[in-house]
């Protein structure tokens, strides 16, 4: 059974940068594209990053284009979304998400697996 956790979310200010994780435990790692979403109250999930299985391809919302990064450590199973210059309307919480595919993916529903979520809050 393959099992997503996030960590790294937490109170930030405007402005700050921060890095959330995602750690993949079961199946193959490096077979895997893995996406992160952003749900922010009352709203439906929304693709922020996503990335291919080598770490070679990748894709991003234009909302965060120019100041997430999304990478990934095949060596450590996990994939990070850095987050630099955070706005208010960043705040939501962050799911990582999973699929056995060479593709990226951008829909909530096109992967397989989800972790819980991580809240993150940034304050103006």
């Known amino acids: 059974q393959v099992q997503l956790v996030e960590s790294g979310g937490g109170l930030v200010q405007a402005g700050d940068s921060r890095r959330l994780s995602c750690a993949v435990s079961?199946?193959?790692?490096?077979?895997?594209?893995v996406g992160w979403f952003l749900q922010a109250r009352g709203k439906e999930h929304e693709f922020v990053a996503a990335?291919?299985?080598?770490?070679?391809?990748?894709n991003y919302a234009d909302s965060v284009k120019v100041r997430f990064t999304i990478s990934r450590d095949n060596t450590k199973s996990t994939v990070y979304l850095q987050m630099t210059n955070m706005k208010a309307e960043d705040t939501a919480v962050y799911y990582c998400?999973?699929?056995?595919?060479?593709?990226?993916?951008?829909?909530?529903?096109?992967?397989?697996?989800w972790g819980q979520g991580t809240q993150v809050t940034v304050s103006s």
């Open positions: 079961g199946g193959t790692f490096r077979s895997y594209a």
């Open positions: 998400a999973a699929r056995d595919t060479t593709w990226v993916l951008l829909t909530w529903f096109e992967y397989d697996y």
């Open positions: 990335v291919n299985g080598s770490g070679g391809s990748t």
